[in-house]
């Protein structure tokens, strides 16, 4: 028997290294555990996203990680992103299917792990969706005035006692996914309402880029593995069950000549039966889902971050101030069609972008056939992840990174300044749906807050850490601020 068991060892240590010399020409990495790979993906660390990056110092911008037998091709810095994502996006732009168990609806995988041309058509059929019912105009603009209207009466409420804004931003935000999906929004204090957004966070919490179990379909019926995905499958769970009574209402009372929302196009795109392959019952969920996704969860977190560094960073907080003051004043919202005269604050708003990383990680990408990628082999079905928080510490592009100035996004003459090396969203063809609704909603949260309120920290002898926590996003830090009017 121990004869045996050694050969077979031996037998998989000679495969390993026969792998490792077909593939003798891959970006250089850690020297992985036959059948394992490299520890560092496993290890939960909330500023991990610092590791990955200290690992191109030593391997150098584009480096090897093995789970198991994937490949995992880490891109670090913007010019290795930009190559990958944006000159070879049609070898880079389809997703690996590894991940949909985990993270799609059952049978329906949706606009975020799509390949090819269900990708394409649900995609654009997105984007047609969300500019006809008002991205970047302003029937749009005044429902998100509405919710901005929410958050400052809630703040008002306050009377100067410490608050914790995030969920309030998270439900602010999603209430505005609301609209476009179903053509109404919500009570704050609506249940059905408060648990949808507590499902969509978790459902953010829940997955992480690098999770084992992406990689090890054994490790899902661990102890570990099975509580996680039974997590996982419960919020998906919820989302669907909420979903089905508002879907079941639109097809009740659906009128093809009367398009109210996102669900009624999608209705329509179903009985239509141009891609009925595409527009299923299945993809109708997970397309809501990742729109709410998109649209929400992450555009609380950034409003979250941005009131963080207002607090950490009071004279930048009074500069904008200054300028909304002088270009708006007080007597009326600020508008979208202020946003050209207030460069600086919208350096700001970019700066805080850049520092804070909501996404660190693009979603993974995967090889559509054998390709070079800088004088590197990468070869099919290899799984590409972009270090999104590497480009905006890239010192190439960025003098001083780890500082937070506004003025970096300026020119001379004080004007905004165009800067390749931002992907907060991504870049090439699949950069983050969301991009100009987050935009929209960030720019006009953050400009009527601050003209309303002076914010500072709950305890300036304990200042909240600006470090954040790792999941699919970068959290801040659950922390307090004290919000004053002006």
Avoid at 28 to 57: H, M, V, W
């Amino acid at each position: 028997m121990d004869t045996i068991l050694l050969s077979l060892v031996v037998g998989l240590l000679i495969l390993f290294c026969l792998y490792f010399r077909k593939h003798r020409n891959l970006p250089p990495g850690p020297y992985p555990i036959p059948f394992i790979g490299n520890l560092i993906l496993f290890k939960k660390d909330q500023r991990g996203y610092k590791a990955y990056t200290k690992l191109s110092e030593k391997y150098g911008n584009i480096y090897t990680l093995h789970c198991g037998s994937t490949l995992i091709i880490i891109l670090n810095g913007y010019d290795a992103i930009n190559e990958a994502f944006v000159k070879q996006a049609d070898v880079f732009t389809d997703r690996p299917q590894l991940f949909v168990p985990l993270i799609g609806v059952s049978k329906g995988t949706g606009l975020t792990y799509n390949s090819d041309r269900p990708w394409k058509i649900l995609r654009r059929f997105a984007l047609q969706a969300l500019r006809d019912f008002g991205v970047g105009k302003k029937s749009l603009e005044e429902k998100v005035q509405e919710e901005v209207n929410v958050v400052m009466e809630t703040l008002t409420n306050s009377k100067g006692q410490p608050i914790r804004v995030k969920p309030l931003l998270l439900s602010a935000a999603t209430n505005i996914i609301c609209n476009v999906m179903f053509g109404a929004r919500f009570q704050y204090t609506d249940d059905r309402f408060n648990e949808l957004t507590d499902v969509l966070e978790s459902i953010f919490r829940l997955n992480a880029p690098f999770a084992k179990e992406n990689f090890f379909p054994f490790t899902r019926n661990l102890s570990g593995g099975k509580e996680l995905i039974s997590k996982r499958s419960a919020a998906i769970e919820k989302v669907k069950k909420y979903l089905a009574v508002t879907i079941k209402e639109h097809e009740e009372s659906f009128d093809p000549d009367n398009i109210r929302d996102f669900i009624d196009l999608y209705i329509k795109a179903s009985r239509d039966q141009t891609d009925p392959e595409i527009f299923t019952e299945a993809n109708v969920y997970k397309v809501i889902v990742d729109l709410f996704l998109a649209g929400g969860e992450t555009t609380g977190t950034s409003l979250d971050w941005s009131l963080l560094y207002m607090i950490t960073y009071p004279e930048i907080q009074s500069k904008c101030q200054d300028e909304i003051d002088h270009v708006v004043g007080k007597n009326r919202p600020v508008g979208l069609e202020d946003k050209g005269n207030m460069p600086y604050l919208e350096a700001t708003l970019l700066e805080i972008q850049r520092t804070a990383n909501t996404l660190t990680f693009s979603l993974p990408h995967v090889a559509k056939k054998d390709t070079k990628l800088q004088g590197f082999d990468i070869p099919k079905d290899a799984i590409i992840i972009a270090n999104l928080y590497s480009a905006h510490t890239d010192e190439k592009y960025w003098k001083d990174p780890e500082k937070f100035i506004p003025e970096r996004f300026l020119n001379e003459d004080c004007s905004l300044r165009r800067r390749d090396a931002f992907i907060p969203f991504s870049a090439g063809p699949r950069f983050c749906i969301g991009e100009p609704l987050a935009r929209m909603e960030l720019f006009l949260f953050f400009t009527n807050l601050l003209q309303r309120f002076r914010f500072s920290m709950e305890d300036k002898e304990n200042p909240p850490s600006l470090d954040g926590v790792q999941a699919l996003t970068l959290t801040p830090l659950p922390y307090r601020l004290v919000a004053l009017l002006r």
